[in-house]
């Protein structure tokens, strides 16, 4: 099994930025892709971006030049720096890996944009 937790959200101004963090334990030697999903209120679950072990990335238009993923694979975990944030982006942010044993989520974390 994989196990991902994430952090680092919370509440913060229009324009301002935070970082999210997804941790991963367990086999994550069977990870071949990670990546960030956001669920706002009245909206369908969105992919926000992914990145593969060989550091391909890819994002959604929405968040293309706003947002960036990475990740260290000496601490299992990736990131998502956000930038630049407005009410739009206010969501449960979850963290998700993609692997040969299956697919896993993390409990998700509030990013609330508002002044």
């Known amino acids: 099994q994989v196990h991902l937790v994430e952090s680092g959200g919370g509440l913060v101004q229009p324009g301002g930025s935070l970082r999210l963090s997804c941790v991963a334990s367990g086999r994550f030697d069977t990870i071949y892709r990670m990546g960030w999903y956001r669920h706002a209120p009245g909206k369908h679950r969105e992919s926000v971006a992914w990145?593969?072990?060989?550091?391909?990335?890819n994002y959604a238009d929405s968040v293309k030049g706003q947002f960036t993923i990475s990740r260290d694979n000496a601490k299992n975990t990736i990131y998502l720096q956000m930038n630049s944030l407005n009410p739009e982006d206010t969501a449960v942010y979850y963290c998700s890996s993609s692997g040969s044993i299956g697919d896993y989520w993390g409990q998700g974390t509030q990013v609330t944009v508002s002044s």
């Open positions: 990145i593969t072990g060989g550091g391909t990335t």
